[in-house]
């Protein structure tokens, strides 16, 4: 079992960043391709950006491109979420997921393991 949490998230003003974090516990990363996901009230979860294990290779939703850097940490079992130029349709609640198969799915089906998520509002 893989127990992932995240921190990080607050409230900012658009045009701001932050940078979230993702601890795991309970096994080490290594193998594990690792993703954000976020959910806004009353939609559906969606793909924030994602690292696969065996070459490190990111991806990034195509509206986030450029404003989202995720980056690994394999050392201190960490995953984290770079987030610039924030906009107050960034607001959600975004979640840190693990998939034993190593690979960076963006649809959450991919994934095994979530956390429990951590708040971001950006007020305009």
């Known amino acids: 079992q893989v127990q992932l949490v995240e921190s990080g998230g607050g409230l900012v003003q658009a045009g701001g960043s932050l940078r979230l974090s993702c601890a795991a516990s309970g096994r080490t990363l290594s193998g594990y391709g690792m993703a954000w996901f976020r959910q806004a009230p009353g939609k559906e979860r969606e793909f924030v950006a994602s690292i696969t294990w065996s070459d490190n290779k990111r991806y990034a939703a195509g509206s986030l491109a450029g404003r989202v850097t995720i980056s690994r940490d394999n050392a201190k079992n960490a995953v984290y979420l770079q987030m610039n130029i924030l906009k107050p349709e960034d607001t959600a609640v975004y979640y840190c997921?693990?998939?034993?198969?190593?690979?960076?799915?963006?649809?959450?089906?991919?994934?095994?393991?979530w956390g429990q998520g951590t708040q971001v509002t950006v007020s305009s």
């Open positions: 997921a693990a998939d034993s198969g190593g690979w960076g799915d963006e649809v959450p089906q991919g994934y095994d393991y």
